[in-house]
């Protein structure tokens, strides 16, 4: 069995380049995938540092859904709207706790 060193292994951004590349129809799909990984790391921290930055909870707030919205939900809606939107991919954006489209 051959290891793969770390620095050998493929980013997700390689990844997604080459795994559509031969294809058309998914021009800058890769793009887009990257965007939603940063959201996700970006999500993943602020849910790590939640407690200490007092934003857990309700904001108070009702979605378009008629829930109420929590402060993660927030931060995970503007995460990715931001990660999306710097993708150079996305034209529009919905989502739950924006009440109308983001049009990018």
Avoid: H
């Amino acid at each position: 069995m051959t290891l793969i060193k770390p620095s050998a292994r493929p980013t997700l951004s390689d990844y997604a380049a080459d795994a559509w590349s031969a294809d058309n129809r998914y021009k800058g799909l890769d793009f887009v995938i990257v965007a939603i990984s940063e959201g996700a790391v970006q999500i993943e921290e602020k849910v790590r540092a939640a407690t200490l930055a007092d934003v857990i909870g309700s904001s108070g707030e009702v979605n378009v859904q008629g829930e109420i919205v929590q402060y993660l939900d927030t931060a995970a809606s503007d995460a990715f709207v931001d990660t999306l939107s710097r993708s150079g991919r996305v034209a529009a954006i919905g989502c739950e706790e924006i009440e109308g489209t983001v049009v990018v």
